[in-house]
């Protein structure tokens, strides 16, 4: 093997220690690969107050006490906690950059009660940001790459490039940006600017300002090395569509060429249904009659009845605009007139979740809801339905219908992104993951639900297609290797 890298990976989430949706599985599970390929790479992130010392043993490195950080004309100080992720073969170290007064909240982006971003989220990720760069300095390690992830983790390539450009220890250092979501793009007063202490010169149209606002995700775009996101298909609808691109679709098109699409893999060793201790009866693609106990469980669960023939859809998702629920809000009554039961897991918009509870109100034989973030209750979930259903409007990847394929539970999505890449939909003669639908409307999608209920009432056929899905390949490593050449590739330029 040619000479291993050394990476920073940046994220605002990482499993297990802070997660609000697939961003934090990747962060997690990406850098194990990475490690596994043999680099070192090493993860950084904020230190919510909810991340136990105890559990996760972390503690403080002395050296890296009291960093100061400017923020606008104040200063905050920052200090470093370590710790590992140890669920693999080979360790892969994580730094929590700790300052209480911004990361001593019980939510990661806003506060737990009343939903509402936290007002100084602008400040929040300023100092984390130029945090991880004097974080570097001071310990005196070097990475080739710095690899960012989304909004947060912005102003990195933007440093780089200003304030940081003459710093000989940063002078070899490239930056990759990973996108997981153009709709999150952490846009803030003009006021936020200054308190970032960029330069002016990078707050016009080709820098740090989009529509008026100081716009963290298009800074990095503008400065990053390269761009990735999270599937092919979502790198090419975020540059031809102001919809996908959320506005930003024109600036990312000119840097079409820095832009690649890598698929996320899921993490092999978390969903696992052979070796998953959150479900009822673990399983594999030889022994699918012991996935009914999972079933029964869920069932049990939901306090729905059991009925063996049948099948019960499952989703888990935030339950925001984007995910598309409002199309299951509108077939609802016309799907439950079908021989199905449906459960939900889900938290998010407290208008979606009323709908959804009065719904559950009305079929409460056929429905389960639960409002919340429960992993343990997601795994059964994958496990136990015999459906997943995605129908998002827009898709950059997505991880759960992966999960579902892995769980023999084939799932029912919108040909959009990640769900159009990695879903194959069902064609006859055994052929197929899952079922898709194109159009973004709730009649497509009930005819996508009624065409799984015909292939489920052929036993033979359904198997097939449970088989298919669990014995695909979604792990990390291709995608990981990708990441690598990519790496490689800018260190080149
Ligand atoms: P997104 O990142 O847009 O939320 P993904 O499908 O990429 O969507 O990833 C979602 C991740 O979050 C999956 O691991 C999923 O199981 C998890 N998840 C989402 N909502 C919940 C919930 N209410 N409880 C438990 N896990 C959830």
Redesign the pocket.
Known sequence: MSKPLNILFISSEVEPFAKT???A?VSSALPQAIKELGHEIRIMMPRYRFISERKFKLHDIIRLKDIPIPIGKNTEVGNVKSSFISNLKEKVQVYFFDNVNYFGRDGIYQSPVGKKDYKDNDERFIFFCRGVLETLKRLGWQPDIIHCNDWQTGLVPAYLKSIYASDPFFKNVKTVFTIH?MAYQGAFPVESFDKSGLPKDHYHQEGSEAYGKFNFLKSALAFSDAITTVSERYAEEICSSDEFGAGLNGFLAQRKKDLRGILNGIDYQAWDPAADDSIYRMYDAKSLEAKVDNKKALANRFKLPYKENTPIIGA???LVDQKGFDLVLEILDDLLKLDVQFVL???GEKGVEKKFEAMQKKHTSQMGVFF????EL?HLIEAGSDMFLMPSKYEP????QM?SMRYGTPPIVRATGGLEDTVEDYSGGGKGTGFKFEAYDARELLKAVQRALKVYQQPEEWKKLMRNGMTRDFSWEHSAKKYVNLYKDILKQ
Do not use: K
């Open positions: 949706g697939g961003l599985d979501n888990i998702s935030r897991l889900g938290s919340g973030f429960d992993n997601a990847c997505g991880l759960n999960y």
